[in-house]
């Protein structure tokens, strides 16, 4: 990848092209999803066509409330942002 740019021609790796930047959501399958910083781009317009086992949410709240439902209702699983980040923070200490 350092040496390309992008994994377009590494080994066993497919290239894809669209126009519309969300429409991964709907036109392929996965084990997985981790949509992140674009705000509600998994809405109820769009939830029923998403072909994954598992959405884990980045930052942004990136799944709407009713899309969540259908979601789950199909039975798969979503974990929310608080749920899907981890948050290392240094223990507190003291100077005396």
Partial sequence: MVSNGSLKG??????EETN???????EWSADCMIPAATEKS??????????VKAIFEGANGPTTYKAEQI????????APTCLSTVVVSPAPTSNG
């Avoid at 519309?20 to 709907?26: E, F, R, W």
């Avoid at 998994?42 to 072909?51: L, M, R």
């Avoid at 979601?71 to 979503?78: A, D, E, F, P, S």
């Fill in 10 to 15: 590494f080994p066993g790796a497919t290239h």
């Fill in 71 to 78: 979601l789950t209702g199909r039975g798969i699983v979503c």
């Fill in 20 to 26: 519309d930047p969300l429409s991964y959501m709907t």
């Fill in 42 to 51: 998994i809405h109820a317009g769009n939830a029923e066509k998403i072909n």
